[in-house]
């Protein structure tokens, strides 16, 4: 067995302005023909059969998979599987796609970490129903934030900069600027993650044209983090 995974920009796929051209989302108003045709160039470049798709709503809901799935998982936000040869998926452009794996369990997770989400902990729950549904260990787990919107970007209004020093802490803000990976990776360790277990990209999504930005865009594409387990034969 061995754990996959990989972050896609932009480029490479069909789709035109405002989308072009990779993008891989059905709900932003694209060509459907043109997502499902770059949905084909996601899995042939990789080999996957089957990619498992969520219906992202910025929630906290986590759902286990044990199979293939026809249809995107209905109203969730985290995705966990121990199977072989089922990819994970989450799509984003400046929230955080996370991709966990277990190496020595052969488990792994997608999960959506945008604002939202991110308030309600869904990294950290995320870890607890690995730990519940499949044994993992989190000091064995390993976390990889992809490319999303960094502080340098990342503004928001007077209101969030309330809720966030008053539910969590102002060290995670300078002025209205939130530092969104840093609250998530410190929920992570609170989780009993190992500091060293976690990677996080340096892409800003709002500074670098290569990657769809909701905030810098407004209409635009959708980018993915997607894990897999490889089974060797």
Known sequence: ????????????????????????????????????????ILQ???????????????????QTVSSPQTKPLSACDAIITNQPNIALAV????????????????????????????????????????????GSVPTDIQVIMGPSIHSCCYEIGDDLASIVEKNFSKNYLNGRMLDLQK??????IEAQINKNHIKISKICTCCNSDYFSYRKEGTTGRFAGVIWVEKSY
């Open 1 to 40: 067995m061995k754990i996959k995974y990989c972050f896609t920009n932009r480029h490479g796929g069909v789709s035109t302005p405002p989308y072009d051209s990779l993008n891989l989302a059905f709900h932003v108003g694209d060509n459907q023909e043109n997502v499902i045709q770059n949905r084909k």
């Open 44 to 62: 042939n470049k990789f080999n996957l059969q089957n990619i498992v798709w969520m219906d992202q709503v910025h929630s906290d809901n986590v």
């Open 91 to 134: 799509m984003v452009a400046d929230c955080i796609p996370i991709l966990m794996f277990d190496p020595k369990r052969n488990i792994i997770a997608a999960i959506h970490a945008g604002r939202n989400g991110t308030f309600l902990q869904i990294a950290p729950k995320t870890v607890k129903v690995m730990q519940k549904e499949f």
């Open 183 to 188: 609250l998530n990776c410190d929920q992570l």
